[in-house]
């Protein structure tokens, strides 16, 4: 609406004025009605792209109850399948290593104990100990004490006098066992490192 318009039917500035005012607040109550208007549609396309997707999703899951996907159900399987063998293959790794740890103080070779050890009463703990360990090392003792004899060392020793320090070739300290290394290391750690870095 123009002010011209209203000057020329005679109204008076003030009045103008005021119809002016009165104009564009209905022109903002309907800008802003509009802009409702067409974020209302922007949700109704949106809901209705939803709604297809939903159907779409129901009649797909429809046809793979009906059997038309056989295959995902194949897959399905395999993998339930695979993730039970991968979970009894770990249950059994933890229990062989804990066993091994548990006996590599009194074996001559943890992995000999390990084949020999009856391991069908033992069960992993979550503390990683073995349950029912002990009586089945024992019985292995008992009937194979050739698993758990004594070691006798090997390698040279140190002529009397001679120190350790000069005393140990590397050609030896590789014929080590793990025991006679551990012992250089925590008693003549100047000698470990030294051959271990030769």
């Known amino acids: ?21 009165e104009h564009h607040d209905t022109l903002r109550d309907l800008k802003s009605e ?15 792209k939803e709604l297809e997707n939903r ?22 399987n395999q993998y339930k399948q695979e993730n039970a063998q991968y979970q ?9 290593n804990a066993i091994k740890l548990a006996v ?3 074996a001559n070779d943890a992995n000999d104990v390990l084949l020999m ?20 090392v024992k019985g292995l003792q008992e009937s194979k004490p050739y ?23 590397k050609e030896q300290f590789d014929d080590m066992t793990v025991s006679e290394r551990e012992n250089l290391f925590y008693n003549h750690r100047e000698t470990y490192d030294k051959l271990i870095n030769e």
């Open 117 to 136: 050890l009856d391991k069908s009463n033992l069960e992993l703990q979550e503390d990683g100990t073995v349950k029912g360990l002990d009586d089945a």
């Open 55 to 76: 159907d779409k999703q129901i009649t797909d899951l429809q046809k793979a109850k009906d059997g038309d996907n056989q295959e995902l159900k194949d897959k399905l």
């Open 1 to 21: 609406m123009k002010r011209e318009f209203l000057r020329g039917l005679g109204l008076e500035e003030e009045t103008v004025q005021k119809i002016v005012d």
């Open 104 to 106: 590599a103080k009194e």
């Open 34 to 48: 509009a802009k409702k208007v067409e974020s209302l549609k922007e949700q109704l396309e949106k809901a209705n």
């Open 147 to 169: 698993l758990f004899a004594e070691q006798k060392p090997t390698g040279r020793t140190p002529n009397e006098g001679e120190s350790l320090k000069g005393g140990i070739t």
């Open 88 to 96: 009894a293959d770990m249950k059994e790794l933890k229990l062989n």
